[in-house]
């Protein structure tokens, strides 16, 4: 089985920063792309970011120029700093991996709440 774990959220002014955390454990071989997606009561769930094992980023447009996604391979750990938070940004965050294992291979995070104050 795969684990991932979140950290970081919490509630911040708008204009202010947070960092998100995506902690993958358990046993596989690697892991490919990692995405950060986000959802608020009643929507669907939206890409925010993703990245790939290369390092390769992709960003909504909402959050391009604010967000930056960036990973460690060898922490096995993904993280999104957000910068010049805005209220709209609240939401519960979630990770996503895709992993190289035997069996089931794409997992999610059980999330993280941020709320932006205005």
């Known amino acids: 089985q795969v684990q991932l774990v979140e950290s970081g959220g919490g509630l911040v002014q708008a204009g202010g920063s947070l960092r998100l955390s995506c902690a993958a454990s358990?046993?596989?071989?690697?892991?490919?792309?990692m995405i950060w997606y986000r959802q608020t009561p009643g929507a669907e769930r939206e890409l925010v970011a993703s990245i790939t094992r290369e390092g390769v980023t992709n960003y909504a447009d909402a959050v391009k120029g604010r967000f930056t996604i960036s990973r460690d391979n060898a922490k096995k750990t993904m993280y999104l700093q957000m910068n010049s938070l805005k209220p709209e940004d609240t939401a519960v965050y979630y990770c996503?991996?895709?992993?190289?294992?035997?069996?089931?291979?794409?997992?999610w995070g059980q999330g993280t709440q941020v709320t932006v104050s205005s």
């Open positions: 996503y991996a895709d992993v190289v294992r035997v069996g089931k291979n794409t997992y």
């Open positions: 358990g046993i596989f071989f690697s892991i490919n792309t």
